[in-house]
Nanobody, 119 residues
């Protein structure tokens, strides 16, 4: 099983980026998927999450600016980030709670993708 994240980059304040994360391998089902971010010296924080049924959660700091979505057929989760500010600068990690064994769910992480927002 592998989670491959992409879409990070550099953008000016007010700009937009779209992150993608595709889960691959012998996956039976995926429960919740989400995006976290981390800056140097700080703990990784949950940015947004989405259940298999489409219920979403957003951190207060990104509500109204970020949108999480998923394509269950492609085992892919997206994060549309609009109105970016320098405070959104971080390494973003995707996360999935998935079952590959048919016995239980386990948590998997993608590699980070860096987002840099300049003022």
């Amino acid at each position: 099983v592998q989670l491959q994240a992409s879409g990070g980059g550099s953008v000016e304040a007010g700009g937009s980026l779209r992150l993608s994360c595709a889960a691959s391998g012998s996956i039976i089902s995926i429960n919740e998927m989400g995006w976290y971010r981390q800056t140097p010296g700080k703990q990784r924080e949950l940015v947004a999450a989405i259940s298999s049924g489409g219920t979403t959660y957003y951190a207060d700091s990104v509500k109204g600016r970020f949108t999480i979505s998923r394509d269950n057929a492609k085992n892919t989760v997206y994060l549309q980030m609009n109105s970016l500010t320098p405070e959104d600068t971080a390494v973003y990690y995707c996360n999935a709670d998935l079952d590959y064994s048919g016995r239980h769910y386990s948590e998997w992480w993608g590699q980070g993708t860096k987002v840099t927002v300049s003022s």
